[in-house]
């Protein structure tokens, strides 16, 4: 999924939050931002993906600030928060006769866990309005695939699940219990390191997501969305190669993945929380998907 041309002042717009939120040193600030403009001066062409300068972004501001993770502080409320609501919408699940009914709701709850995530121009994140969101969630379902993902799940020996935000990995985890219920083995892969407000190891302990899932990796790499070939742990490139079926969360893995090869199923699923991707998706803006693309 390539750049256009709005998605300049989306990328700067979240560079001077993130210098501001990693250090309050003037000067810093200042090389930070030069540094960053230098970058996008170099980098920002038709041909670029938002994720990758997302990336080139984060890692620069991180290196000179001396903040490792910018994000922190935003992540662990974002986990609190989440968590708050994961009973609710548990026994909603469970109301569910079906499996499929109960699958479905899962997907729609993890898709809104998608809203978690912060310094979007126009996109606010308000816990106090994620059960509006929920209560929501179908009619805001822009592309509906979950009957054809549902399908894949079954028939499917092993599940890649990718996740996205802190926060939002707790919704995650509810579909991970649903997708262990149908079968598959279930390897959830979270960030190698801190990056944006995406998910780490430290997230997936704050939720138990080790109690559901068969293994937790990492990509080896602290990068939006997929990482480079050449960043991706051995780990992760050999089990992302192998596996039956693959769950994409969020933005990043969108722009990542459409730039590749799918050798395998992928399932995205993901809130447009920005007008770009809306558009190559051909919805709304604040809308849900759930999109089954196949190779």
């Not at 090389?31 to 403009?37: E, F, G, V």
Request: charged share 30%; proline share 4%; aromatic share 6%.
């Amino acid at each position: 999924m390539k750049v256009e041309i709005e998605c300049m002042s989306c990328i700067a717009h979240r560079g001077y939050q993130e210098i501001d939120e990693a250090t309050k040193d003037v000067d810093l600030q200042f090389q930070a931002a030069k540094a960053l403009l230098e970058c996008l001066a170099k980098e920002f062409s038709p041909l670029a993906v938002a994720a990758l300068l997302g990336t080139s972004r984060d890692r620069i501001i991180k290196k000179i600030t001396g903040n490792s993770d910018i994000y922190a502080k935003k992540k662990r409320r974002s986990n609190k928060e989440a968590m708050k609501l994961i009973p609710a919408i548990m026994e909603e699940i469970r109301k569910e006769k079906s499996r499929e009914g109960r699958f479905r709701k899962a997907c729609l709850a993890a898709i809104v866990g998608n809203i978690i995530e912060f310094d979007i121009p126009g996109h606010e994140v308000d816990f106090a309005k994620m059960t509006l969101w929920l209560k929501d969630a179908e009619r805001d379902l822009a592309i509906d695939h979950i009957p054809e993902i549902f399908k894949e799940v079954e028939d499917a020996s092993t599940v890649l699940y990718l996740t996205d935000n802190a926060g939002e990995i707790a919704f995650d985890k509810l579909l991970v219990c649903e997708l262990k219920k149908l079968g598959p083995r279930i390897i959830v892969a979270v960030k190698g390191g801190p990056i944006l407000n995406d998910a780490t190891l430290e997230d997936a302990q704050a939720v138990s997501m080790y109690k559901v899932a068969d293994s937790i990796i990492t990509t080896g790499a602290d990068a939006v969305g997929l990482p480079l070939p050449e960043e991706q742990s051995e780990e992760f490139s050999r089990i992302y190669g192998k596996t039956d079926l693959v769950v994409a969360k969020g933005m990043g893995y969108a722009e990542t993945l459409t730039e590749i090869e799918l050798l395998q199923p992928h399932a995205f699923l993901l809130r447009t929380k920005c007008s770009p991707v809306a558009r190559y998706f051909r919805v709304e803006r604040g809308k849900n998907i759930a999109k089954l693309v196949r190779p």
